[in-house]
Nanobody, 122 residues
Framework: LQLQASGGGLVQPGGSLRLSCAVSGFTGNAYAVGWFRQAPGKEREWVSAIDFLNDQPYYPDSVKGRFTISRDAASTTVFLQMDSLKVEDTAIYYC????????????????WGQGTQVTVSS
């Protein structure tokens, strides 16, 4: 399974960005895909997850209401729409995947893509 993340960049506080994660090399729907982020000097933080079995999204309180995860089943691409961005959202964002949803939420996922930098600054 391969994960290719894209869409990072520089945005002002209050702005929006949409990250994409192209998922390839798997069959069926028994997967969960999510996003983790890591800021300099901080621990990795779970940002969102989506269960391919039912497209149910999951978020931590820190981004709930601002971030939206979704997927295009036809292209097996997962999107992370990030709105009302804050300076503290600045980090490298990683797309991750596993056959287990809990592994994605806890960061124990087997598959990690390369990161994409998101910088929120005025």
């Amino acid at each position: 399974l391969q994960l290719q993340a894209s869409g990072g960049g520089l945005v002002q506080p209050g702005g929006s960005l949409r990250l994409s994660c192209a998922v390839s090399g798997f069959t069926g729907n028994a997967y969960a895909v999510g996003w983790f982020r890591q800021a300099p000097g901080k621990e990795r933080e779970w940002v969102s997850a989506i269960d391919f079995l039912n497209d149910q999204p999951y978020y931590p309180d820190s981004v709930k209401g601002r971030f939206t995860i979704s997927r295009d089943a036809a292209s097996t691409t997962v999107f992370l729409q990030m709105d009302s961005l804050k300076v503290e959202d600045t980090a490298i964002y990683y797309c991750i995947a596993d056959t287990g949803l809990w592994a994605v939420i806890t960061g124990a996922a087997q598959y990690w893509g390369q990161g994409t930098q998101v910088t929120v600054s005025s």
